[in-house]
T-cell receptor
Framework: DVKVTQSSRYLVKRTGEKVFLECVQDMDHENMFWYRQDPGLGLRLIYFSYDVKMKEKGDIPEGYSVSREKKERFSLILESASTNQTSMYLC?????????FGPGTRLLVL | SQQGEEDPQALSIQEGENATMNCSYKTSINNLQWYRQNSGRGLVHLILIRSNEREKHSGRLRVTLDTSKKSSSLLITASRAADTASYFCATDPQGGSEKLVFGKGTKLTVNP
């Protein structure tokens, strides 16, 4: 059975902290994605990766970076968290044209 | 760069009724997909329809695609309270790199 896991369901951080969100998939997928989801704005693509060490900016990469050192793991990094990064973060990987999503991480930045 | 736009934004129906959600998009696509999201959870893939298909069924789901109008509809028949969720369409644009473009979703409430 397909599985995408995210390191935390809920996270509370302070402004200025460095935040790591981890995503792991067990399907040997090449493509992985990070989205943020906000009310009224839908899903917006932050970054995606099409192979190990390969990454490409999405629609809203500002304030974020990513790391893909192993095929199964794709990390989203908030270098210096700000309150406007409070959001639901969703990770996904692609298999056979469809995306498989993790359960999401709800991040609150105080 | 939102491409899919769902309509309506919210829909409330009684159990047993049918629910229809629509999606419009702007550019040529390889396929269009529908996803479901229960409150506070990740999205789950429901159905994919390719650009050369006009209709597809999966259980109580029926999806249509009209590429000339750049629109799609999702019909859920005989709805149940458990169908309460948000539904998103996502398009796979031609020439893209497996990046799907999601709409803002339709929030469906099925009242028992």
């Amino acid at each position: 059975d397909v599985k995408v896991t995210q390191s935390s369901r809920y996270l509370v951080k302070r402004t200025g902290e460095k935040v790591f969100l981890e995503c792991v998939q067990d399907m040997d997928h090449e493509n992985m994605f990070w989205y943020r989801q906000d009310p009224g704005l839908g899903l917006r693509l932050i970054y995606f990766s099409y192979d190990v060490k390969m990454k490409e900016k999405g629609d809203i990469p500002e304030g974020y970076s990513v790391s893909r050192e192993k095929k199964e793991r794709f990390s989203l990094i908030l270098e210096s968290a700000s309150t406007n990064q409070t959001s639901m973060y969703l990770c996904a990987s692609t298999g056979l044209e469809t995306q498989y999503f993790g359960p999401g991480t709800r991040l609150l930045v105080l | 760069s939102q491409q899919g736009e769902e309509d309506p934004q919210a829909l409330s129906i009684q159990e047993g009724e049918n629910a229809t959600m629509n999606c419009s998009y702007k550019t040529s696509i390889n396929n269009l997909q529908w996803y479901r999201q229960n409150s506070g959870r990740g999205l789950v893939h429901l159905i994919l329809i390719r650009s050369n298909e006009r209709e597809k069924h999966s259980g109580r789901l029926r999806v249509t695609l009209d590429t000339s109008k750049k629109s799609s509809s999702l019909l859920i028949t005989a709805s149940r309270a458990a169908d309460t969720a948000s539904y998103f369409c996502a398009t796979d644009p031609q020439g893209g790199s497996e990046k799907l473009v999601f709409g803002k979703g339709t929030k469906l409430t099925v009242n028992p």
